[in-house]
């Protein structure tokens, strides 16, 4: 019975002062997976001239008396149709507005949005390192030559570097094993 206390007593020391017990700091494992995905929206509105509303800001009548200007000129430039354009970049859109304009008036107006849209989806994935572990067990055992029985106890210390040693004690026989980690 001695040799079962002593037995007990060295294994409770190889686990509290094992390198990697539980008293010792162990972190775990963090991996961070950053993925960013675009998604594109187009947009297009039209809008009749007769509906935009607007404000004269400056008239130009004194600068059109100081120039003499044809009149197939002045007539052929009011009943042109222009169409005058502006886009605006913010980040990645892009958004742009064009007007059509004759006889001094809008004639209609299209606004054009070219929309994309991130989305950033950070995962951070924690892996636990493993840990020891002490086990303890009641085992017995059946000695094939002479047909006796024995009981006993028996400790499992799992180390965190996957492998298991062994320390049984019964009424019949001391035992001592290390096993390893094959999946």
Known sequence: MKEVVIFLLVAIAIFLFGKSCKYIK????????V?????????????????????????RVDTLHNTIH???TIVKDYLTTKVFADTITIDSSKFTIIDTISQNTIQGRR???????RTITITNNIYHKD????YLGILGDLRTFDNKVGLGVGLGFKTAKNGLITFAATTNQYSVGYY???F
């Open 26 to 33: 162990n972190d775990p494992t963090i991996i961070t997976k």
């Open 131 to 134: 840990k020891n572990s002490l």
């Open 35 to 59: 993925d960013t995905v675009y998604q594109q929206k187009t947009f297009t509105k039209v809008i009749k001239g007769d509906k935009i509303p607007f404000k004269v800001i400056q008239s």
């Open 180 to 182: 390893f980690k094959l």
């Open 70 to 72: 044809d009149t197939i």
């Open 111 to 117: 606004f054009m949005a070219d929309i994309k849209e």
